[in-house]
Structure formats: structure tokens, C-alpha cells
């Protein structure tokens, strides 16, 4: 094709055709500039499909993270689920005036005192929004839909970890040293018939109001966080039904 167009340039040169020749060579520039245009458009096209296939990628991943999300999430559950029927066998078994000495394990214990650290699998989140990555979403609510649910979550999980942690330190304060001590027996069921009972049956003792107090406060801990769990969970299958309909 280049010879072809040098022969006609040499042709017109040869025959002293000036204007034509100038025609030909704005001509032949107009297609120079039309093939840069092709070849840059086709170009990016390119890049466009590599750029949604890779968000595609990407969004399959971050419902892959949200689904493990939910299945921590419904384990956490059963699991706080469990320690609420432990504390309420405590509230309404132990501390009912009837109870003369412990004798098993789950008599005084609800859950291990202290909450879960909580959090949520943002590897392939932080992938996509942080790597600075050219993606190319359709749907730029998908976009909005995933930062706020993120938002979200940690807005509430550094708020959820920080009054578990606080809770953790007033829980102790209530049980002291001597409970400890007691709860450490209790675990391990041994030396149990040296350990003075009387406070069961005595609601005015300072220990039974500190186990009394104590449970209360778990309880409400712990319906917190299932609080907080449930709605992780809600919003983690509302986003996973957008990220659906936005996956071509």
C-alpha cells in the first residue's frame, strides 16, 4: 500500500501536476489521520472491555467476601444465641433465691465474658476502590450501593468493638478478683465444696447484685451485637442482589 501511494506521488511530480499532487497530499494526510483515529478508537474499546471484564471479576469476588460475611454472621448468632439462654438460666435458675450451691458449669457461666472482635472481609472492597484500578461500571448506583455498605459497616463495627472492649473491662470490675477465682473453679469443677454458696439464696450480698448486675449488662450486650449482626446481614444480601443484577 505505501509503494502504491509513492508511485502516484512520483507520477505527479513527473508530469509537474503541482495541484493535484497538493490535493492528493491532503488526501493522503485526512487518511493518515482517519487510521490514528481507527486504530485509537479500536484501541480503546479495547481497554473498555478489558477494563468491564475486570470489573466483572472484581464484583464476583466481592459477592464471594459478602457471602462468607453472612455465613460468619449467621454463625456469630447462633453462637450470641447461645449465650442468652445461658444468661437467662442464670437470671431466672440460679439467682432465684432456691439455689444453695453450684454444682455444674453452665449454673454460672454465660458465654467466655468477653464479645467477638467483629469485622467484615473488605480485601477485594479495598482491590477495587483503593488499587487505582480503571474499572468501567454500567451502573454507577452498584457503585454508591457497595461504598455505603462498607460505610456502614464500619461506622458500626469500630463503635460495636469499642463498647465490647469497654464492656469487657466493666464485667470484670463487677466479678473482682474473688470471682474470678470462683468462676475458675466453677470451669474447671474443682475444689467446689470449699467455696461459701450463701450468697445465692441472699440477694441483698454484694456478690449475688454484682453476678445480677453483670448478667443484665451482658444480656444487653449481647442483644447489641445481634442487633448490629442481623443488619450486616440484611444489608450484605440486599447488596449481593444489586451486585447480581450489575455482573453481565
Known amino acids: ?31 493518515v489521520v482517519i487510521g490514528i483515529l481507527i486504530a485509537l478508537q479500536v484501541n480503546n474499546w479495547n481497554e473498555i472491555k478489558k477494563s468491564k471484564s475486570e470489573s466483572n471479576r472484581l464484583l464476583i469476588d466481592l459477592k464471594l467476601d459478602l457471602e462468607k460475611d453472612i455465613h460468619n454472621f449467621k454463625s456469630l448468632q447462633t453462637e450470641y444465641k447461645g449465650w442468652l439462654w445461658e444468661i437467662e438460666n442464670i437470671l431466672d435458675n440460679v439467682l432465684d ?23 467484615v472481609n473488605k ?30 459497616a464500619d461506622n458500626q463495627l469500630i463503635k460495636l468493638n469499642s463498647d465490647n472492649e ?9 466479678y473482682g478478683v474473688g ?27 454484694k456478690e449475688y447484685i454484682n453476678l445480677e448486675t453483670a448478667m443484665l449488662l451482658y444480656q444487653l450486650v449481647v442483644e447489641e451485637n445481634l442487633g448490629v ?14 451486585i447480581e443484577k450489575g455482573i453481565e
Open 123 to 152: 480485601v477485594t472492597f479495598l482491590d477495587m476502590f483503593n488499587s487505582g484500578k480503571n474499572l468501567e461500571f454500567d451502573n454507577l448506583e452498584i457503585v454508591r450501593d457497595i461504598k455505603d455498605h462498607y460505610q456502614y
Open 1 to 31: 500500500m505505501v509503494k502504491f501511494f509513492r508511485r502516484i506521488r512520483f507520477d505527479l511530480m513527473e508530469k509537474n501536476k503541482t495541484s493535484k499532487y497538493l490535493k492528493y497530499a491532503i488526501g493522503e494526510i485526512i487518511l
Open 179 to 205: 470471682g474470678i477465682n470462683t468462676l475458675n473453679r466453677v470451669i474447671k469443677l474443682r475444689n467446689l465444696e470449699y467455696i461459701d454458696w450463701s450468697w445465692l439464696t441472699d440477694p441483698s450480698s
Open 166 to 174: 469497654h464492656f469487657y473491662q466493666l464485667l470484670m470490675s463487677y
Open 229 to 242: 449482626i442481623e443488619e450486616l446481614e440484611k444489608k450484605s444480601n440486599l447488596l449481593i442482589d444489586n
Open 97 to 119: 433465691g432456691n439455689t444453695k450451691k453450684i454444682t455444674e458449669y453452665n449454673q454460672l457461666m454465660a458465654g467466655r465474658l468477653s464479645m467477638n472482635y467483629l469485622s
